[in-house]
């Protein structure tokens, strides 16, 4: 009897679309299942979006607003245009100059949402 060979497995099986879910650690699908069913989700990705966050790093001189940090970050793509106040998708609230600041990616995704996180449990 004369098996296949066990390479020619793995790239089948990556072919196939999870039928319970996604994979534990997948962010990318994570990513894209959110982007899916928040309709709000689809916002960040307007040219009137990228518009207003540039005016918002512009406004900020490319410098992390949190507090301590000061990090001038002139690579925009480690900047985040962060809503102060959580919009929850009031769209006033999201378009409003005022309720954003520029964060650092560092300060973004760890101290801003540890924050956020905290105050979701109250």
Known sequence: M???????????????APKIGRAPGDE????????????????YKTARWQKLRMSVLIRDRFTCQMIGCGRIEP?????VADHKLQHH?????FWDENNLQCLCKTCHDKLKQKQERAQARW
Do not use: C, F, Y
């Open 2 to 16: 004369v098996m296949g060979r066990l390479s020619t497995i793995k790239p089948r099986l990556a072919m196939l």
């Open 89 to 93: 998708g009031d769209e006033a609230l």
């Open 28 to 43: 990318k699908a994570r990513l894209r299942e959110r982007d899916q069913h928040v309709g709000w989700r689809s916002w």
């Open 75 to 79: 690579n925009t793509s480690l900047l």
